[in-house]
């Protein structure tokens, strides 16, 4: 009899459960995420045609929105803060991920002028926001990041994202806005001939923002191998077998083609037997 007035009870706990589940949330119930998407978009629709001081374009920033979003980046790091347009765009999307932004702004009035836009945006609890000269402070910055945002003088460009590519994790982005102005803005040219060089670098620019914002995504690239480890991994017989027969014909082997002998073999070239062919030369 007690079991079954225990198996009653339990039953009863689902359905109501179940009963609570089906009802749908009302307005003063919303979730902190829901709140968070309602104010900030609020203010950016209150503030639209207000950014000045060289602040990111609407496009721009859902362009760096959907980059975190998409990426689940936490970890995101803008430079040049501004009056803080690109930063709520940023911290938006990272309050989605879990995530946090360091900003950084060397101009008083333009540093003090985000805070507050980010106090009524509602996202100050997402943003580091730094008043400091950028050029000092990055490379100081430990990291790691696994977004960062270049917008500031074009002519640093190139010095930032050397600054920040050894902090950057792999997987992760270094975007930078205005790269599609070449011919009159100085720096552009050579941060993307830069970023376009380095080998562990893929860089793309995205086509939905007019001012043009590149992507350069951190991608894993095999190491090399050292001499040392090429030598252990070399086929002792054929490797002595070929250097002696090209002592005997030609000049003695440099390093380079030493390691190209210790390639063919580590890749099985002559593992038939064609070494002992290869080298029945007459006497």
């Not at 999307?93 to 995530?99: E, P």
Request: overall charge neutral; aromatic content about 10%.
């Amino acid at each position: 009899r007690i079991m079954k007035t225990l198996l009653r009870c339990l039953s009863a706990v689902a359905v109501m459960s179940l009963l609570l589940q089906s009802i749908p949330l009302s307005s003063g119930q919303s979730t902190q995420a829901e709140e968070i998407d309602s104010k900030v978009q609020a203010f950016l629709d209150t503030h639209q045609y207000q950014w000045r001081y060289e602040n990111v374009a609407e496009e721009d920033g859902k362009v760096l929105f959907d980059l975190i979003v998409e990426n689940k980046y936490t970890r995101a790091l803008d430079i040049g803060t501004s009056t803080g347009h690109s930063a709520i765009w940023i911290a938006w999307a990272l309050s989605k991920t879990g995530g946090r932004l360091v900003t950084v702004e060397i101009d008083e009035y333009r540093h003090n002028k985000a805070l507050e836009n980010f106090k009524k945006a509602g996202l100050s609890e997402f943003i580091d926001a730094r008043r400091a000269d950028a050029h000092e402070l990055v490379p100081q910055l430990e990291g790691p990041f696994d977004f960062i945002f270049i917008d500031a003088d074009k002519n640093w460009y190139t010095d930032y994202a050397k600054a920040v590519l050894p902090k950057l994790e792999t997987g992760g982005c270094i975007t930078a806005r205005n790269v599609r102005n070449l011919f009159y803005m100085r720096g552009i040219r050579e941060f993307l001939d830069y970023v376009k060089s380095v080998p562990e670098l893929e860089t793309m620019i995205d086509e939905k923002s007019r001012s043009g914002i590149s992507i350069s995504y951190k991608k894993e690239i095999a190491k090399k191998e050292d001499r040392s480890t090429l030598k252990q991994r070399r086929n002792p017989g054929l490797l002595s077998g070929i250097t002696a027969c090209h002592h005997r014909f030609f000049l003695p082997f440099n390093d380079d083609q030493r390691d190209v002998v210790a390639l063919w073999s580590a890749a099985g070239k002559f593992g038939d037997g064609s070494q002992d062919r290869a080298l029945d030369l007459p006497g």
